[in-house]
């Protein structure tokens, strides 16, 4: 009688993976060659620092520019770049390396956990994501010479090629020693390059194909690259209208930065509305934020970017198929649409176990740093949602947390990175098909 081999999950696959490149840029980092300032680190924060660098987050026990050598530096951006390709590329590695299919349940955990829709040839696969993702940093990167080189000379090349990376795969990581994008606050060219770069890296590599081959034919794109491009343009200009007036103008609550020219104003509304999706880069102090704005950057954390790109969280494209379905379920209608189209019965259902998992695990890291910690309720919520998206902002609350906090963010910032409803199906996955079909059981809800 022969046996079936049992081979490791295709998801099981990703989490080591990733588990492996963490570890081996945690030791890395540990070295004394990567460390200055006041080194040695303890493993805990070089493990912290490599996890947020591989999972492109933006936590950071102590400010990258005054903590870690060139080559620590070095270290970080590298595990910026490998994490930001890292879930299509390993995906695709898997498929030529162990030269078999990958079936339909695991392509729709791995995809449709990130919002794919399916693997196609693998080689090209990597070579437009290669490309596409080298061409953007390498155009950031020259556009933001432009304005570093005149500042901080030589070095400013440097400062571009590390920010357009970092900005890209959604990082959040700076070289700048001076409170990530503060200096630049009243520089708004600097802000609406690093702006449009966060915007190309988050928007996702399937939607960049799609423009590429139908150009400005917006009538010729699928239905998902309108979807993500109306969603994304929606989400940055209502962000920015309402950081505007509640941050840059007298009426709103706090109005710190009432006193900016409106250059700068409109500016930093911008990359405000941009930056928590989920980017990690702050141009302004959130501290300094009302309750309303803190509010909007945790709705806007935990919505994310979009699939099959560098940004975390619960994904755009989620969120709208969540929002069409409450509006369809109102009207009493069977079917959610989507501009004119219906939207599957088992995407609904998808998109309600992704967010739902996520605000499961959110929820369980928000009491127990709760418990290690004695944190305003408030800053617990922004510094576990941020992990979780993988976003990187934070109310100045990392350094100061004890080992136990950080462990916690580590495997928020880890499961969020390869997605919580692929951490879920792992935990959860069948060892064998069932073929019994159970009667069905009545239950009111709502």
Same mark, same amino acid.
């Given at each position: 009688?022969? %046996?079936?081999?049992?081979?490791?999950? *295709?998801?099981?696959?990703?989490?080591?993976?990733?588990?492996?490149?963490?570890? !081996?840029?945690?030791?890395?980092?540990? &070295?004394?060659?990567?460390? %200055?300032?006041?080194?040695?680190? $303890?493993y805990v924060d070089c493990l912290f620092t490599s996890v947020s660098a591989t999972c492109v987050t933006g936590l950071v026990p102590f400010d990258t520019a005054l903590s870690w050598s060139l080559f620590g530096q070095i270290t970080i951006i590298s595990l910026i770049q490998i994490g930001?390709?890292?879930?299509?590329?390993?995906?695709? &590695?898997?498929?030529?390396?162990?030269?078999?299919?990958?079936?339909?349940?695991?392509?729709? *955990?791995?995809?449709?956990?990130?919002?794919?829709?399916?693997?196609?040839?693998?080689?090209?696969?990597?070579?437009?994501?290669?490309?596409?993702?080298? $061409? !953007?940093?390498?155009?950031?990167?020259?556009?933001?010479?432009?304005?570093?080189?005149?500042?901080?000379?030589?070095?400013?090349?440097?400062?571009?090629?590390?920010?357009?990376?970092?900005?890209?795969?959604?990082?959040?990581?700076?070289?700048?020693?001076?409170?990530?994008?503060?200096?630049?606050?009243?520089?708004? /060219?600097?802000?609406?390059?690093?702006?449009?770069?966060?915007?190309?890296?988050?928007?996702?590599?399937?939607?960049?194909?799609?423009?590429? %081959? %139908?150009?400005?034919?917006?009538?010729?794109?699928?239905?998902?690259?309108?979807?993500?491009?109306?969603?994304?343009?929606?989400?940055?200009?209502?962000? /920015?209208?309402?950081?505007?007036?509640?941050?840059?103008?007298?009426?709103?609550?706090?109005?710190?930065?009432?006193?900016?020219?409106?250059?700068?104003?409109?500016?930093?509304?911008?990359?405000?509305? #941009?930056?928590?999706?989920?980017?990690?880069?702050?141009?302004?102090?959130?501290?300094?934020?009302?309750?309303?704005?803190?509010?909007?950057?945790?709705? &806007?954390?935990?919505?994310?970017?979009?699939?099959?790109?560098?940004?975390?969280?619960?994904?755009?494209?989620?969120?709208?198929?969540?929002?069409?379905?409450? #509006?369809?379920?109102?009207?009493?209608?069977?079917?959610?649409?989507?501009?004119?189209?219906?939207?599957?019965?088992?995407?609904?259902?998808?998109?309600?176990?992704?967010?739902? $998992?996520?605000?499961?695990?959110?929820?369980?890291?928000?009491?127990?740093?709760?418990?290690?910690?004695?944190?305003? !309720?408030?800053?617990? #919520?922004?510094?576990?949602?941020?992990? *979780?998206?993988?976003?990187?902002?934070?109310?100045?609350?990392?350094?100061?947390?004890?080992?136990?906090?950080?462990? #916690?963010?580590?495997?928020?910032?880890?499961?969020?990175?390869?997605?919580?409803?692929?951490?879920?199906?792992? *935990?959860?996955?069948?060892?064998?098909?069932?073929?019994?079909?159970?009667?069905?059981?009545?239950?009111?809800?709502?």
């Amino acid at each position: 009688m022969n %046996k079936k081999k049992r081979h490791l999950p *295709i998801v099981a696959f990703l989490f080591l993976g990733y588990a492996v490149l963490i570890l !081996f840029g945690s030791l890395l980092l540990s &070295l004394p060659a990567a460390q %200055k300032g006041d080194a040695p680190y $303890s493993y805990v924060d070089c493990l912290f620092t490599s996890v947020s660098a591989t999972c492109v987050t933006g936590l950071v026990p102590f400010d990258t520019a005054l903590s870690w050598s060139l080559f620590g530096q070095i270290t970080i951006i590298s595990l910026i770049q490998i994490g930001g390709l890292g879930f299509m590329t390993v995906i695709t &590695l898997i498929y030529l390396f162990f030269g078999k299919r990958i079936g339909l349940h695991d392509q729709n *955990i791995l995809f449709s956990a990130q919002g794919g829709f399916g693997i196609g040839d693998a080689v090209p696969l990597i070579k437009r994501v290669f490309v596409m993702t080298f $061409s !953007f940093e390498l155009i950031g990167a020259l556009l933001l010479m432009w304005r570093f080189v005149p500042l901080f000379g030589k070095k400013g090349i440097y400062f571009a090629i590390f920010t357009s990376i970092s900005a890209f795969c959604n990082a959040g990581f700076d070289v700048f020693g001076t409170g990530s994008l503060s200096a630049f606050i009243n520089d708004p /060219a600097v802000l609406y390059i690093i702006s449009a770069i966060i915007v190309s890296g988050g928007i996702g590599f399937l939607v960049w194909w799609d423009i590429i %081959k %139908k150009r400005l034919h917006f009538k010729k794109y699928t239905l998902y690259s309108k979807l993500v491009l109306l969603s994304n343009a929606a989400l940055i200009l209502g962000g /920015a209208v309402i950081f505007y007036i509640c941050e840059f103008t007298d009426a709103g609550t706090a109005g710190a930065f009432a006193d900016m020219p409106l250059k700068s104003k409109i500016a930093n509304a911008v990359f405000c509305a #941009v930056t928590p999706r989920t980017a990690g880069f702050m141009s302004v102090d959130m501290t300094r934020f009302g309750g309303a704005s803190q509010f909007l950057c945790v709705v &806007l954390m935990f919505i994310g970017g979009n699939s099959c790109s560098t940004a975390g969280g619960v994904k755009v494209s989620t969120f709208v198929v969540l929002l069409s379905n409450l #509006v369809a379920s109102s009207r009493g209608a069977k079917e959610a649409k989507l501009l004119g189209r219906k939207v599957p019965t088992a995407t609904v259902e998808l998109s309600s176990a992704i967010f739902l $998992s996520y605000l499961l695990l959110s929820s369980i890291a928000v009491i127990l740093i709760g418990f290690f910690e004695p944190l305003a !309720f408030d800053k617990t #919520v922004f510094e576990c949602i941020s992990a *979780i998206a993988t976003v990187g902002l934070t109310l100045n609350v990392t350094p100061s947390l004890c080992a136990a906090s950080k462990i #916690v963010l580590i495997l928020l910032m880890y499961i969020g990175r390869l997605g919580a409803f692929a951490f879920f199906e792992l *935990i959860f996955s069948k060892r064998q098909k069932e073929y019994i079909s159970l009667p069905e059981g009545k239950i009111m809800v709502g």
